[in-house]
Each structure stands twice: as C-alpha cells, then as structure tokens.
C-alpha cells in the first residue's frame, strides 16, 4: 500500500540542518524534502520546508501535509528546530488496493487452523504497521481482517504478547475517520466492528487498525511497532 510506505517514511523526515533525502529505494517515485532555517532582520528564525515529488502513476491524488515544530536543545547549538512532516498520499477516488500474497503449497509454521481452509498466525514480533503487512503477505498470506465475533475470539486465543494491542489489516489513511480493511470495505461490511471505548481516538496521527486481548477495536500510530496478526486461506 503505497499511501502507508510514503508516509511512514517522511514521518521521520526531521533534520537539524539544511537537506535530507528518505531512503525508499522500493518506490518508484522522486521524493526530495528539504528544511532551511535562517534568522531575518529581526532577529526571528525562520524554517523554511519544501517538498518536491514527481510521481509514476496517472492517476496519483494530492498530497495531504501536516508540519508541526518544537523548540528542543538537539544537534549541535544551544537549541534546535525540530520539525516532524506527516505526509499521507491518498488513491485517487475509491482505489482498492488489494493485498498480494505470495503463493504456498504449505501453511507456515505457527498458524493455527479456524476453519476447513482458513488460518490465523500470530508474530509476537513488534513491527511497524506496514512492515507486518509485507510479512503477512510474504507467508502467503495478509494481516488479519476480522469478519465476525467468532474471529475476534479465536485472534484473542493465540495471544500470548505481554502487550495489549496488535495490529490488524484496517486503517484509516483514505478519508480520516472512515476505517476499511485491505479490502477497503468498511468493517460493517466486513462483518465486525466492535470498538474498545474510547476508540476510535488519535485523530490523523493513529491511523492503523489494531486489535485488544479482549476481541476490541482500536487504532493506532502506523510507525510504531506492536505484534500483529496474519491470515491465511488456503
């Protein structure tokens, strides 16, 4: 999902300095983000940030960019600007990106069965959202998209992390507030969506689907590991 890569990437785009480049060597976009700071005449600093991208795709939406700063005493000088980019690249219209599963002859080891062709593994491994996505998707399989109470019950029976929260394959990173699984069905459609309360909360900074020890609903920050969830139908 191209939209969480670029995001997850310039997230952490902060420089005390002149010029930095992410490293996204899989995308095939140009991304440049550069940050100047200088002092005018009256003695104001002034940090200046600019974003050049040149983009592939035809049909590549606009980007949405948030810029926040704090003053903190980092790098080199007394003080420094810290100025954190969130930068989130929504699909033109209603795109449905589809997760791509390698192909099995095997279920990997570590799934558990919950149907007649239908498995759950859980990665006590900490990743960040979109890291678990390409795992899930290199076993064959996708992270978990939850389709009913029956579902929520069986995840919640492998757990065995000492954390609360893993990640599942919802988000909201189209239309902020709208979750939808991989599928980009909304999770009434996907046939459950129960919330933990509260849930859920973060507004544009937790957009990434996670689920609790007791079978509830959560969201989350996309750049911040936590075990997760896998399915596969085999």
Same mark, same amino acid.
């Given at each position: 999902m191209k939209t969480v890569v670029l995001w997850v990437c310039l997230l952490g785009a902060v420089i005390c300095g002149d010029y930095t480049e992410?490293?996204?060597g899989a995308n095939p976009s140009s991304i440049k983000f550069t940050l100047r700071s200088y002092r005018n005449?009256? @003695?104001h600093w002034t940090a200046q940030v600019q974003l050049e991208h040149t983009d592939v795709e035809e049909d590549a939406a606009a980007w949405?960019?948030?810029i926040d700063h704090t003053f903190?005493?980092?790098?080199d @000088?007394? @003080?420094a600007v810290l100025v954190v980019a969130t930068i989130t690249v929504p699909p033109k219209g209603n795109a449905v990106v589809k997760p791509r599963p390698q192909k099995r002859t095997s279920i990997p080891a570590g799934?558990?069965?919950f149907s007649e062709s239908h498995y759950f593994g859980a990665h006590l491994k900490a990743s960040i959202w979109v890291e678990a996505r390409d795992i899930c998707e290199k076993e064959g399989a996708h992270l978990a998209v939850i389709n009913?109470?029956?579902e929520a019950k069986f995840v919640s029976s492998l757990w065995t992390s000492t954390l609360d929260w893993a990640y599942i394959g919802t988000h909201d990173l189209y239309v902020e507030g709208k979750y939808?699984?991989?599928y980009n069905e909304t999770l009434s459609d996907a046939g459950y969506d129960r919330w933990y309360a509260g849930e859920p909360n973060g507004g544009t900074s937790e957009n990434c689907g996670v689920i609790n020890r007791n079978t509830l609903l959560g969201n989350y920050f996309c750049n911040l590991p936590l075990p997760f969830f896998c399915e596969l139908q085999y």
């Open positions: 992410p490293r996204c005449q009256s @003695g949405d960019v948030d903190a005493p980092r790098c @000088g007394p @003080g799934y558990r069965k009913s109470e029956a939808v699984t991989l």
